[in-house]
Structures are given as structure tokens and as C-alpha cells.
């Protein structure tokens, strides 16, 4: 079962999320208008709203049946035209030939080397010749993120620090700093997901840092520390 089954009804996002994550993500996405686009690891379907609203087709696809609701839900309020399914990422057949792919916070939540390149091939399974996969991933070389104010995430070891396939706690803060829930990610090396993606055909693999967009600049005092400390990257990668 999804670990986001148990936090589908407290979920949400903050506006860190909107201004350097999805901010930076969006950006590098670049002009999705008239693409086909699989969003794999949709949850509640914020990334593919976002990528709705600025003219894309989407298809969203998690493995957690209590986020899908949600997403659904939304849709029908304020319907985009998003399709969603759920499936698990690492059997995942071929839906359709897509222009672009979003697997947002999914690689480093691969068990095992073996589920890793599972969850590229299916990918990359998605993918039309010479189509980009745009991921939010955790950084490998900052894996772990200690707490400070205005930032709603920390996280810890909890095996062997830098180990391929260690697992990592991440609580998730509120706003006055209490922990209002937990969940497991693993790491991976930055060359392991090189050799995975590379493995799958994907080529012009880039790890892009997190850059916190002008609004958010605004609302948030310490984002240039923020920003440093963040332990989220972007990559991006394209099949040749």
C-alpha cells in the first residue's frame, strides 16, 4: 500500500512548494501548450493542474487510490480535462506515446536498484522518440535536510548514512514547527540514477538546482537559505 494512502486527508502543499519547487519544475518543463503529458506520481494532482492550466493534455497516474480521489474530485469542481488511473509505477504498461513526462517525488522512493531501473523503463516505455522527462527528485548530494524556519520539511538517517538504498525519514512541519507527519525515501547515488536512466535511452541527462521565483522572494525572508540548504534537485533527461 502507498505510504500516501495513510496521509491522502492531511496532504497539502505550502508556498514553498508553489515558488521553488513547482516554480523551478514549471520552468524547466518550459511551454507544455498542446503536449501530451503523463504525470507519473500525481497525488492529488497539483503538478498536473499545473500543467492543465497552461494548456497541456494530462494524464496522471499514482499508486495511491486515497491521493487519486482527491485529484479526481478536483477535477470534477474544476474540470481541466486531466485524466487519471492508478497503477504501480514499477509495472507500468504502455498508455500512450507522450511528449513529456513528470515523475515528480518518485525515483528515490525505489526499494531496490531493481525497482529503480523498473520505474525508468516504464518511463521510458511513455516516452515518443526524443521526448524529455522533467522529475522532482531528492538531491544525492544533499539527501538529508535539516529543519529552519519557513521551511516545512526536515529529514534523517535511518540506515547507514550515504548507503545505496538507505532509508531516510522525512517529517513533513507545520507552520509553528511541529511535526505533523513522517515518511521513507531511500537514497541513491547521483551516478546510479545516471546508469538507470541511461539504461532506459535516456541521454542529455542535466541536475538542475531549485531557484525560488520572484514572488517568492517576496513572501519568504530567508529564501536564499532556503534555497542553499534545499534538498530537492530537478532533473531532466531526453530519449534518444
Not at 481541466?80 to 504502455?94: Q, S, T
Not at 529529514?155 to 511541529?178: C, L, M, Q, T
Request: include cysteine.
Amino acid at each position: 500500500m502507498s505510504q500516501y494512502n495513510q496521509i491522502a486527508n492531511i496532504y497539502d502543499i505550502g508556498p514553498l512548494d508553489e515558488y521553488l519547487f513547482y516554480s523551478t519544475w514549471l520552468n524547466q518543463c518550459g511551454d507544455v501548450s498542446g503536449l501530451k503529458i503523463l504525470d507519473i506520481g500525481c497525488g492529488s494532482g497539483i503538478s498536473s493542474r499545473y500543467l492543465a492550466k497552461r494548456g497541456a493534455k494530462v494524464t496522471g497516474v499514482d499508486n495511491s487510490s486515497e491521493m487519486l480521489e482527491l485529484a479526481k474530485t478536483e477535477e470534477d469542481k474544476s474540470p481541466l480535462g486531466i485524466r487519471y488511473a492508478l497503477y504501480d509505477v514499477a509495472n507500468l504498461p504502455h498508455l500512450d506515446d507522450f511528449d513529456l513526462v513528470t515523475p515528480s517525488f518518485l525515483l528515490h522512493y525505489a526499494t531496490t536498484k531493481e525497482e529503480l531501473n523498473a520505474f525508468a523503463l516504464g518511463i521510458a516505455t511513455n516516452l515518443k522518440p526524443c521526448g524529455r522527462i522533467v522529475c522532482i527528485n531528492n538531491n544525492p548530494e544533499i539527501p538529508i535536510q535539516r529543519y529552519i524556519p519557513g521551511l516545512d520539511n526536515s529529514s534523517e538517517w535511518v540506515d547507514k548514512p550515504f548507503a545505496e538504498g538507505s532509508r531516510v525519514r522525512v517529517h513533513i512541519h507545520g507552520s509553528n514547527g511541529e511535526k505533523l507527519y513522517s515518511f521513507m525515501r531511500r537514497f541513491w547515488k547521483k551516478e546510479s540514477y545516471e546508469k538507470t536512466l541511461s539504461m532506459a535511452g535516456f541521454s542529455e541527462i542535466r541536475w538542475v538546482k531549485l531557484k525560488m521565483s520572484e514572488e517568492g522572494k517576496k513572501l519568504i525572508p530567508n529564501w536564499k537559505k532556503i534555497e542553499l540548504m534545499s534538498d530537492i534537485i530537478i532533473i531532466t533527461a531526453r530519449k534518444a
